[in-house]
């Protein structure tokens, strides 16, 4: 899908209307890690320098939509970009609205402005409030009324700027007013640095992997990544899963799990997936050993238990020395790798090893690596390693919907 990005439109004396993805961690009025906001800065420096003033727009958590929660203000994120800009950014204290509009007309050549968070109106992301009394002719004829306001405030969001630039990629798999729909009212529009970076990647490891190519996932549940693992089957050469969700594959292949965590629901769909990729000749890697533990705690009794080991009462909780051993010979094979999920509950020391030889492995390979979802990227972080990471996505469930082949909402916008 051709998109634009904003080296190929003229910013000089225009205003450039960018959407951020600033949803940072905030902890008394400070940013816990400003990792998103560094990742817009290029975007940003680019439209300054080429003689542009520039408006941002970001979310922030999940306010209730029904105006200012201080506690959700992106006020302390205006600050901390002044800092990392080395320049004044004038914060907003909403984002639309008569003030709003004289303030952005007022920016000269090279200044910034930061709107207030876009989800103090339920019309971004135009969700309705439930009612069990409410009659089925009431709620479509609610939902109707609200898909024409998201409208307005979508159109009243893109008078705000000269040209539309969306360098949003942790949101672009919502169809929200800031993300997709202000998409139609705007003349010209592109995508910013760091989301064409996250498409040219991503696109690349799907499209045109250089082989072999190795996904490895991981995280809680087989739910959140049934359409990933579907998708990549038909893609990769190999597959490693690990961390809680493998336990769901080991149920469907009756080897015990003790109180390991499983989504019986999800066993019958395990065997399909496992089924499918040896079909497709996908080399499939489960945990061939665990560290199990007596009880979800740092300070629980550990162990090393062979496949079959996991006995009854104890729980598994990352995956065991000669699966790391595993893990790395396949990997380091590999010439596009993807990780999305930890092995196990790496935020705990006695379970973190696994989860990091895994960050290990990938740093000492030759190959495209891509890293994405919050809990990978904090745990490759936290490694130390990230500066041998060909690419760290910023869009954990945008990263997820990519992998799974699915359109997403902010980018199609772009292209229309």
């Known amino acids: 899908m051709q998109t634009k990005t904003i080296a190929d439109i003229n910013l000089s004396g225009r205003r450039a209307l960018i959407r951020v993805d600033f949803n940072v961690p905030l902890a008394n009025g400070v940013v816990g890690d400003d ?26 958590g999940r306010p209730k939509g029904v105006g200012r929660e201080e506690s959700y203000s992106l006020q302390p994120v205006a600050q901390h970009l002044a800092s990392l800009l080395g320049q004044p950014v004038q914060f907003l204290n909403d984002c639309i609205g008569p003030e709003v509009e004289a303030a952005v007309s007022s920016l000269k050549k090279g200044e910034v402005a930061l709107l207030e968070n876009v989800r103090f109106y339920a019309e971004e992301e135009g969700k309705i409030k439930k009612s069990d009394t409410a009659s089925a002719e009431e709620i479509a004829a609610t939902k109707k009324a609200m898909k024409e306001a998201q409208r307005v405030f979508a159109q009243k969001l893109a008078a705000l700027g000269d040209v539309y630039i969306n360098d949003a990629f942790g949101a672009a798999h919502r169809a929200h007013a800031s993300t997709a729909l202000i998409a139609e009212f705007v003349k010209e529009k592109a995508a910013g640095f760091l989301m064409q970076r996250e498409l040219d990647f991503l696109g690349k490891a799907l499209a045109a992997p250089e082989r072999p190519f190795v996904a490895i996932l991981g995280g809680a549940k087989v739910s959140d990544k049934v359409g990933v693992i579907e998708n990549l089957l038909t893609k990769v050469d190999a597959l490693l899963i690990g961390g809680a969700m493998a336990y769901t594959f080991y149920r ?22 496992l089924a499918k990729a040896q079909e497709r000749g996908v080399s499939l890697l489960l945990p061939v050993d665990h560290v199990i533990a007596s009880e979800f705690s740092a300070t629980a ?32 094979t590999a010439k ?52 041998k990471i060909s690419h760290i996505s910023t869009g954990g469930g945008a990263s997820l919907e990519f992998l799974e082949g699915k359109p997403l909402p902010g980018v199609v916008a772009l292209a229309g």
């Open 301 to 332: 009794d550990v162990k090393i238990v062979p496949e079959r080991g996991i006995e009854e009462g104890w729980m598994a909780l990352d995956i065991g020395p000669a699966t790391r051993e595993l893990f790395a010979r396949t990997i380091s």
């Open 252 to 273: 469907a292949k009756g080897i015990p799990i003790g109180r390991s965590l499983v989504e019986e629901d999800k066993v019958a769909l395990a065997a399909e997936l």
């Open 35 to 60: 990792t998103r906001i560094r990742a817009a800065l290029p975007t940003i420096r680019y439209c300054i320098e080429q003689g542009a003033s520039v408006v941002l727009m970001s979310h922030l």
């Open 336 to 387: 596009t790798v993807v990780w999305n999920g930890p092995m196990g509950c790496f935020e705990m020391a006695p379970f973190a090893a696994g989860t990091m030889a895994i960050a290990e492995s990938l740093s000492e390979t030759e190959c495209l690596s891509i890293v994405g979802g919050g809990d990978s990227v904090s745990a490759i972080n936290q490694s130390g390693l990230a500066d």
